[in-house]
């Protein structure tokens, strides 16, 4: 499950936030109204442009918006409501680490404790790997080795990540990873003795009054089903699952389903000491690591954490895959919680969150209801670029890869080698990539960056591209 966060976008929001002067309870509930009505217009405004999905807003303890927007389900027209239920994607990982401090809490293991305690056989350059590296992704693991939806044993998922070779040192740096979060979640079965979906129900979403959330558990009333560039992908529910939910390329680390207002509960659970107390929240939020050299936010126990202009913290953490997304964004000195989910992800909609904030937290903020920038559209065509090129680089043809050369290079980066050597290049990519799937797409301004799960590891390829004057997709060079 991809971690999708823009922490460029997000910090450039917190850092033109100004502090705002202290008013009178008065002000404050005359603001609160135009907030309201702000948050509406902007919500309704959200859905004309084609937004689906659902969304909370709470301050002060009050829920301020809470409605549904566009269709869960365009063929049978049911609109969204709080109540639709969603894939959440990556804030999974709040719950495997709430899930893990739970067990410390009960004498059952120690986040200092070793991989090596839970799980036999751990190659030498991963022993030293420990519970708190896999919860703040300082354990060198890399992402992912495969699909959302491969099916895949406890051991085999094991022993395929040991294969891989780590990218560092654990505890030097931070670098993302899916695999170390359902190493969590294994060792969250082998500990409570119970299936992960189990322990988080029993220990976590009922003691919240959470009904909603889980992945097969729960009597779901209305799940959404997900559009991808307006086509029809199908329930979350509907893909290959085990018995009790996702395979652990996805369980633990993705793919729990879940409604706004089931998050909601959770969130108010949380400000008090029923699901983890004082100690176990130090930690939870504690900020342990940068998240990458330079860029001012912090990893926790399945959160991140943003310093404000205002001396306070954001707390927040989403989650996506390229179909549905979420994100969660709580201010808790200010008092905010902002919750949203989608059933249709377009990248034109990636900001809804720092924009209600900005009407929360500045009383002169207009939001806007943005059309696709160049950034959008290399968004939405990066898919296709990818699929063309996997396709061509699977099939041992030369004249296939001589037309992907002419047709998808731009003429610099055609021109800059013989036709011999892009003809090379194609020749080790097919060798590379013989029988791989892809199993991430990531894109970053004007960079596309591709994971290819191959039988012995995945395989990483950036590509640079720019839209030409016709708004097709080129790439200028590959990595």
């Not at 002060?60 to 109540?83: F, M």
């Not at 560039?229 to 879940?258: F, Q």
């Not at 964004?329 to 209600?356: C, G, H, P």
Request: charged share 25%.
């Amino acid at each position: 499950m991809k971690h999708v966060f823009k922490i460029v976008v997000l910090l450039s929001f917190l850092l033109s936030c100004k502090q705002e002067p202290t008013v009178a309870q008065e002000a404050v509930s005359s603001a609160t109204v135009t907030n309201k009505e702000k948050l509406s217009a902007y919500l309704n405004a959200l859905e004309k442009s084609g937004f689906s999905g659902s969304v909370l807003v709470a301050q002060k303890g009050s829920v301020l918006l809470e409605k549904g927007y566009g269709y869960a389900n365009r063929e049978n027209k049911i609109k969204s409501t709080p109540k639709t239920v969603f894939d959440i994607g990556s804030i999974t990982k709040q719950f495997t680490g709430a899930a893990i401090l739970k067990l410390e809490m009960q004498g059952k293991l120690s986040v200092e404790d070793k991989l090596s305690k839970y799980i036999v056989n751990v190659p030498k350059d991963k022993q030293d790997i420990t519970l708190h590296h896999l919860l703040t992704h300082s354990s060198g693991f890399q992402d992912v080795i495969g699909g959302d939806y491969e099916n895949i044993s406890t051991q085999d998922f094991i022993e395929e990540a040991f294969k891989g070779e780590l990218v560092f040192k654990p505890g030097t740096r931070f670098r993302y990873s899916n695999i170390g979060y359902s190493f969590l979640g294994i060792i969250i079965e082998k500990v409570s003795g119970m299936s992960y979906e189990e322990y988080l129900m029993k220990h976590l979403w009922k003691p919240s009054g959470m009904h909603q959330t889980g992945y097969k558990k729960p009597l779901f009333n209305d799940i959404a089903v997900g559009y991808r560039k307006n086509k029809h992908w199908g329930k979350p529910t509907d893909k290959k699952w085990g018995v009790d939910g996702p395979y652990w390329h996805l369980k633990a680390n993705g793919g729990v389903l879940s409604t706004t207002q089931d998050l909601y509960k959770w969130h108010q659970a949380l400000l008090g000491d029923k699901i983890l107390d004082a100690t176990a929240k130090t930690k939870y939020y504690g900020k342990h690591i940068e998240e990458g050299e330079g860029a001012g936010s912090y990893y926790g126990y399945g959160w991140a954490i943003f310093p404000t202009p205002r001396n306070t913290e954001l707390i927040a953490h989403n989650g996506g895959n390229g179909v549905f997304f979420a994100d969660m964004w709580r201010y808790l000195d200010e008092e905010i919680t902002i919750i949203i989910m989608t059933n249709a992800v377009q990248r034109k909609f990636e900001n809804i969150t720092s924009q209600i904030a900005g009407i929360l937290l500045k009383p002169d903020f207009n939001p806007t209801v943005t059309e696709q920038s160049k950034g959008t559209i290399i968004g939405e065509m990066a898919d296709q670029l990818v699929e063309e090129f996997m396709q061509t680089v699977h099939q041992n043809d030369q004249n296939t890869w001589k037309t992907f050369i002419e047709n998808r290079m731009t003429s610099m980066f055609k021109n800059s080698f013989s036709m011999q050597r892009h003809l090379a290049m194609f020749k080790q990519l097919h060798e590379n990539l013989k029988g791989g799937k892809i199993v991430q797409i990531m894109v970053k301004e004007n960079e596309v960056a591709l994971g290819v799960k191959t039988k012995t590891e995945v395989e990483q390829i950036l590509f640079d591209v720019t839209p030409n004057p016709k708004g097709e997709l080129r790439i200028e060079g590959i990595r």
